[in-house]
């Protein structure tokens, strides 16, 4: 499409222009090159609209079977990939409003009665928005599947926990697992929480104060399935909250992956050794014939900075804006859009790659053999036998030491050396007896931990249980 004003480039207002913008300006101020991804929501919006004004009166019968009729042709074409993009439309709104008025004439004129662009791209933001929530919570579901899988496999199979990246505690792979299931859960919540403030009407704001047209917005809510309608005007047709909260949602999410990816990292590292990733997620080295290099998780890792960075930019494009609408909107949708390509293709990557873990229980178990990690139920058994927590921890302190010196592990001590270890702790030794072994194994520890929350096996399982459960409920 040509320019065919007198006036400066649109159209949608020349008459009050006299001088052209350069195409350096129309450029800078289009946004039809990103915006043409709403072009779906765009056309569903109007037609709820055009089907509110013949409902109303405002616009005739014929009118608005002309308009449907038009846009039928216009989703086909945009459908098929034949639609002329133009800049000197600007953006996706004018664009589809002048394709439809040279296909059907007056009707396609009388479509933006009662209405502006500012409350039309409020609305289709929402739309947009409201589907890709959605897709995003069926992906999580489908991550979360994924992982209870694995987790239920690795119910019993013990891993070093660690405090401060050193060996603390033994816990179990799949309690390891089920802390990300935790996250990712949460996440799912305050997805379902940002789309009930996305699920309202903006349209019927018009440019910012409402309309002297007898609308009946009610009714336009519930044709595009929003929840409720926008109580103020001015309000919505200028304020981006519910995209800055998405972005909020989306790094959180993002960040829990990237933390995923960093363990995953660090186990495919020969110096822990714990994991194997499916070679379709990892390259090679162009130089280093050896390696084989975590490149998907490094990446997840990599874009959660991106994605951090589209939140600041919401934030900081909105926190100096007056009431109502300005231009400064327009850049609201590149980093929105981008924030949800991202943790689109991210959980998507995401549940396909964890499938692909392959688990190195014994190094796993022989990483657990140098870090003490059952000390602290060693003290939890002098605790139970009478002696004062404190007391406890100093003698498992002193009976650690010994075993550095002596470059063995606890279990190896016999209960006569234990004693030995204690004797400067007041108490201690007389606690210690030939039931001790028990507490010192890894399996003794693990199951010891049989409360809700706990490592335990048995509880791994049990939460496994309910988490299947409430994923079966949101289906
Ligand atoms: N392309 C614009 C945006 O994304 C549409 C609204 C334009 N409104 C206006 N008054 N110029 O925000």
Same mark, same amino acid.
């Given at each position: 499409?040509?320019?065919?004003?007198?006036?400066?480039?649109?159209?949608?207002?020349?008459?009050?222009?006299?001088?052209?913008?350069?195409?350096?300006?129309?450029?800078?101020?289009?946004?039809?090159?990103?915006?043409?991804?709403?072009?779906?929501?765009?056309?569903?919006?109007?037609?709820?609209?055009?089907?509110?004004?013949?409902?109303?009166?405002?616009?005739?019968?014929?009118?608005?079977?002309?308009? +449907?009729?038009?846009?039928?042709?216009?989703?086909?074409?945009?459908?098929?990939?034949?639609?002329?993009?133009?800049?000197?439309?600007?953006?996706?709104?004018?664009?589809?409003?002048?394709?439809?008025?040279?296909?059907?004439?007056?009707?396609?004129?009388?479509?933006?009665?009662?209405?502006?662009?500012?409350?039309?791209?409020?609305?289709? !933001?929402?739309?947009?928005?409201?589907?890709?929530?959605?897709?995003?919570?069926?992906?999580?579901?489908?991550?979360?599947?994924?992982?209870?899988?694995?987790?239920?496999?690795?119910?019993?199979? $013990?891993?070093?926990?660690?405090?401060?990246?050193?060996?603390?505690?033994?816990?179990?792979?799949?309690?390891?697992?089920?802390?990300?299931?935790?996250?990712?859960?949460?996440?799912?919540?305050?997805?379902?929480?940002?789309?009930?403030?996305?699920?309202?009407?903006?349209?019927?704001?018009?440019?910012?104060?409402?309309?002297?047209?007898? !609308?009946?917005?009610?009714?336009?809510?519930? +044709?595009?399935?929003?929840?409720?309608?926008?109580?103020?005007?001015?309000?919505?047709?200028?304020?981006?909250?519910?995209?800055?909260?998405?972005?909020?949602?989306?790094?959180?999410?993002?960040?829990?992956?990237?933390?995923?990816?960093?363990?995953?990292?660090?186990?495919?590292? $020969?110096?822990?050794?714990?994991?194997?990733?499916?070679?379709?997620?990892?390259?090679?080295?162009?130089?280093?014939?050896?390696?084989?290099?975590?490149?998907?998780?490094?990446?997840?890792?990599?874009?959660?900075?991106?994605?951090?960075?589209?939140?600041?930019?919401?934030?900081?494009?909105?926190?100096?804006?007056?009431?109502?609408?300005?231009?400064?909107?327009?850049?609201?949708?590149?980093?929105?859009?981008?924030?949800?390509?991202?943790? !689109?293709?991210?959980?998507?990557?995401?549940?396909?790659?964890?499938?692909?873990?392959?688990?190195?229980?014994?190094?796993?178990?022989?990483?657990?053999?140098?870090?003490?990690?059952?000390?602290?139920?060693?003290?939890?058994?002098?605790?139970?036998? #009478?002696? $004062?927590?404190?007391?406890?921890? +100093?003698?498992?302190?002193?009976?650690?030491?010994?075993?550095?010196?002596?470059?063995?592990?606890?279990?190896?001590?016999?209960?006569?050396?234990?004693?030995?270890?204690?004797?400067?702790?007041? #108490?201690?030794?007389?606690?210690?007896?030939?039931?001790?072994?028990?507490?010192?194994?890894?399996?003794?520890?693990?199951?010891?931990?049989?409360? !809700?929350?706990?490592?335990? $096996?048995?509880?791994?399982?049990?939460?496994?249980?309910?988490?299947?459960?409430?994923?079966?409920?949101?289906?």
């Amino acid at each position: 499409m040509t320019d065919s004003s007198p006036g400066n480039g649109s159209g949608a207002w020349s008459g009050r222009f006299s001088e052209p913008v350069s195409d350096l300006v129309k450029r800078y101020t289009a946004s039809v090159f990103f915006d043409c991804r709403m072009a779906t929501q765009d056309i569903r919006g109007s037609l709820a609209h055009a089907k509110m004004l013949a409902r109303q009166g405002i616009i005739s019968a014929q009118d608005l079977t002309d308009i +449907e009729r038009g846009m039928a042709q216009i989703a086909g074409e945009i459908e098929r990939d034949e639609f002329q993009w133009n800049l000197d439309a600007e953006d996706v709104h004018l664009n589809i409003e002048r394709r439809l008025t040279s296909l059907v004439g007056d009707a396609g004129k009388r479509l933006h009665t009662g209405r502006s662009r500012n409350d039309q791209v409020a609305t289709d !933001i929402r739309l947009w928005l409201r589907d890709a929530i959605d897709q995003i919570l069926a992906l999580i579901g489908g991550f979360q599947k994924n992982l209870l899988d694995i987790a239920e496999t690795h119910a019993a199979t $013990p891993l070093p926990g660690h405090t401060h990246l050193q060996i603390a505690q033994p816990v179990t792979f799949g309690h390891h697992l089920l802390a990300y299931y935790e996250m990712t859960r949460r996440d799912a919540e305050r997805f379902v929480d940002v789309r009930r403030r996305t699920n309202r009407l903006p349209l019927g704001a018009a440019a910012l104060a409402g309309t002297s047209y007898p !609308i009946d917005r009610e009714s336009v809510a519930r +044709e595009l399935g929003f929840d409720e309608v926008c109580e103020n005007s001015l309000d919505a047709v200028s304020d981006r909250d519910f995209a800055i909260e998405f972005c909020a949602a989306v790094a959180l999410t993002m960040t829990h992956l990237s933390r995923f990816s960093e363990e995953l990292i660090l186990w495919m590292s $020969p110096r822990f050794g714990f994991i194997d990733l499916a070679d379709r997620f990892c390259t090679g080295s162009s130089i280093m014939p050896q390696k084989k290099n975590p490149d998907v998780p490094e990446l997840v890792r990599g874009k959660t900075g991106r994605v951090n960075g589209h939140l600041i930019a919401l934030l900081t494009l909105m926190k100096g804006q007056p009431l109502a609408y300005n231009k400064d909107n327009q850049e609201d949708k590149e980093p929105l859009f981008d924030a949800a390509d991202t943790l !689109i293709d991210t959980l998507r990557i995401y549940a396909d790659m964890i499938t692909g873990i392959k688990v190195k229980q014994d190094n796993m178990l022989a990483a657990l053999g140098l870090g003490f990690a059952t000390a602290t139920d060693l003290a939890d058994y002098l605790v139970k036998k #009478g002696l $004062p927590f404190r007391d406890a921890h +100093e003698a498992v302190a002193l009976a650690v030491r010994a075993a550095e010196q002596r470059g063995c592990d606890l279990p190896d001590f016999s209960v006569a050396e234990l004693k030995a270890c204690m004797a400067h702790v007041p #108490g201690a030794a007389d606690k210690v007896g030939d039931d001790v072994h028990s507490v010192l194994t890894v399996e003794g520890s693990l199951a010891s931990r049989n409360h !809700i929350g706990g490592t335990a $096996p048995a509880q791994v399982r049990a939460a496994i249980a309910r988490a299947r459960a409430r994923l079966a409920a949101s289906n």
